[in-house]
């Protein structure tokens, strides 16, 4: 795991009480920056799904990078800087064999920045469901991949490309649990939910009796699920199947009761990026390149075909 330096640059369009809490906490999350190109990979390591697709992948043409936009930062830079996670499995989580960040976000990313740069050069900053929207504002990254559901509010901050996934809010219990199997069967019960995330709006809706109780991040609500403190965990149905594949002793009740389409967070006064990412999905999702990715990851636990992607600028805040 390398760390990069990146200058931070002043918050702009926050409240000034909190510049100061904010820049703490990007600080910290430089400090947990990781390499993902080709070049970090140990002889004999499996090279990373998204490594192997990227190959594949052109990159774009030459006058779609504008003189003096971001694509052209980055591709003078020769690297991708995403904000994304490093713990989440099938989406984003450091493989200690290769030393690779592997999975669904990570692969995407690694293919943006192929269609960019020429190669799939990505550093990582760690990032925290509290802190997206700051890393973005600041400048410390250029996109944040991390199951980033897209909202009007969220949209107020940043701006979103996509969507480019769509999941749902579901229920994870401890195996052996009969008390819980639909979304009404949580009125009286504690339910854990992520911080700053979309669950807990949506058990306040569909059991306006539960308690909610909340933790910084994923792997933090799932421990406190199987150490009793609270009676189900609610979360997205993707990131909740490959917590089970991870803990047996956990099981998803019922069918996702909303939809969340997720969005790759920008910049949100960067026009020209994103409709040059959103041109990069439409091209990944029209040559197979999307469905192939989808396949390598979630595909590996999700029976059947992978999904249509849905339509870009489909949902408020895209």
Not at 23 to 35: D, E, F, Q, R
């Amino acid at each position: 795991m390398s760390t990069i330096p990146v200058r931070l640059r002043p918050l702009r369009r926050l409240r000034t009480t909190l510049p100061v809490t904010l820049a703490a906490l990007s600080l910290t999350a430089l400090s947990a920056c990781s390499s993902d190109s080709s070049s970090d990979a140990v002889p004999g390591g499996k090279k990373p799904a998204g490594e192997n697709v990227a190959g594949k992948v052109d990159a774009a043409p030459d006058a779609s990078i504008l003189p003096g936009s971001t694509m052209e930062k980055i591709k003078k830079r020769g690297y991708l800087i995403v904000g994304g996670s490093q713990d989440a499995p099938l989406w984003s989580q450091l493989n200690p064999i290769s030393g690779q960040t592997d999975g669904f976000d990570a692969d995407m990313g690694k293919l943006l920045a192929k269609y960019i740069i020429g190669k799939p050069e990505v550093k990582i900053v760690s990032s925290a469901t509290e802190t997206r929207e700051a890393l973005l504002q600041n400048g410390t990254v250029d996109v944040v991949f991390q199951t980033y559901t897209i909202t009007p509010k969220r949209a107020e901050q940043v701006a979103f490309a996509g969507p480019y996934y769509s999941s749902g809010q579901s229920i994870l219990v401890k195996k052996g649990s009969s008390s819980i199997k639909l979304p009404a069967d949580l009125n009286g019960k504690t339910v854990i939910a992520g911080a700053n995330t979309p669950a807990i709006a949506a058990v306040k809706q569909v059991a306006p009796d539960a308690k909610v109780v909340t933790f910084a991040s994923d792997p933090e609500c799932l421990q406190a699920l199987r150490q009793g403190r609270g009676d189900a965990y609610v979360q997205d149905q993707a990131l909740l199947v490959a917590d089970v594949k991870q803990n047996p002793d956990t099981t998803v009740v019922g069918e996702p009761f909303t939809a969340d389409p997720y969005g790759i967070g920008l910049a949100h006064d960067d026009a020209a990026f994103k409709t040059f990412v959103n041109d990069w999905l439409r091209k990944i999702g029209q040559d197979g390149t999307w469905a192939q990715v989808w396949k390598q990851n979630l595909g590996t636990v999700v029976e059947g075909n992978a999904p249509t992607p849905p339509a870009i600028g489909s949902v408020p805040g895209s």
